[in-house]
């Protein structure tokens, strides 16, 4: 069977899709004829890198917002991806397409439909999407419980539960390692405490703008935010509104994959306060590494968790603050 792995933002978008689009092709391609394609970086070995309109271009700062705005950015680099895709699977013949990007799977659906390829559809619910639109493909990877047990409610019978996998030793502390030089090489402060954020930069899901307001009602001296994550159209906004509320005692970083496990390591709390995720790789990042977390008592977050001491709730004001001044 000849397995393609696309993934639109692989190599210039830092998210779930891409960090598990990445290890399930490291950790398949020994096994079976497996494909990684992406939107950019370097090719490989079955490794393909099919140009597209990246929703990161810099020629969109000087285009109108109001048009150009972060969703349909993300629908132009999968479409453009998509057309390129197609030549390729015309010429590799691929079996199965095992995709997250909900853009990209409605578009090769209508393709295989106008232009009759064989290719079957693997949709990986990581968004996740509810049951009646999962129901378009030919079989579903549900990543959470909840959100499995919520198919098979509504009559989703094509699916099955497999959770994100990950490599958990590459985000094990090391004997050596250095809290101090880690924090000097990324410009943390070496006496704060540090809380981490990692996750788009956005109101709208991740609600960095609750974390902001949050830290802010703390000794601003004594602690230090930083957030990584992509840049959205919302992250300007968020830019401002922690100039204005945390005194400069904060930072907003976009660190490749390979730098994740040296910021987990170098920080004293991770925090997540979106209120669902389809699955929330990054909570088990922090437990792989062994940082305290906290997240909003979702039904995911339960069943990954299992602590009620990580829990906070994200919908009533103060309660983090709070929770994170008790910690430190």
């Known amino acids: ?7 639109v933002g692989l190599d210039h978008i830092n998210r779930g899709f891409e960090s598990f ?5 490291e950790n398949v391609r020994g096994h079976c004829d497996a494909h990684l394609i992406k939107g950019s970086g370097t090719r ?58 909900s853009v990209l799977g409605d ?8 232009f009759g390829f064989k290719f079957k559809l693997l949709l990986s619910n990581g968004a996740p999407w509810p049951s009646d639109y999962c129901a378009r493909f030919d079989a579903v990877q549900q990543v959470s419980q ?13 699916s099955f539960l497999v959770p994100y996998g990950m490599n958990a030793a590459r985000l094990q502390r090391p004997s050596g390692f250095s809290p101090e030089a880690a924090r000097k090489k990324i410009g943390i402060p070496q006496n704060a405490f540090v809380v981490l954020s990692l996750a788009a930069l956005n109101s709208s899901h991740k609600r960095i703008d609750w974390l902001i307001r949050e830290v802010a009602k703390l000794d601003g001296s004594a602690f230090h935010l930083v957030m990584a ?18 005194r400069g005692n904060f930072q907003f970083l976009n660190v490749p ?8 390591w170098a920080s004293d709390l991770f925090v997540l306060c ?27 977050a339960r069943w990954l968790i299992g602590s009620n001491q990580s829990f906070v709730d994200m919908t009533c004001p103060g309660e983090l603050a709070e929770k994170i001044k008790s910690l430190a």
């Open 146 to 158: 909840a959100h499995h047990a919520a198919g098979l409610r509504a009559g989703l019978l094509h």
């Open 1 to 7: 069977m000849k397995i393609a792995i696309p993934c």
């Open 229 to 246: 994550g992509s840049r959205e159209g919302e992250t300007a906004a968020l830019e401002k509104l922690a100039a204005t509320e945390l």
């Open 44 to 101: 490989g070995t079955n490794v393909h890198v099919l140009p597209s309109l990246r929703r990161n271009a810099g020629f969109y700062r000087f285009l109108p917002g109001s048009f150009f705005t972060e969703y349909r950015r993300y629908r132009y680099d999968c479409l453009s991806f998509g057309w390129q895709f197609l030549r390729l699977a015309a010429r590799e013949k691929f079996d199965l397409v095992h995709f997250s990007d």
């Open 274 to 300: 979106s209120l669902d995720e389809g699955f929330g790789r990054v909570l088990v990042e922090a437990m792989a590494a062994g940082v305290p977390l906290l997240s909003h008592p979702h039904e995911t």
């Open 257 to 264: 994959y390979e730098d994740v496990p040296e910021l987990l």
């Open 21 to 25: 689009a990445r290890e399930l092709f």
């Open 107 to 114: 578009f090769l659906l209508w393709a295989r439909q106008k």
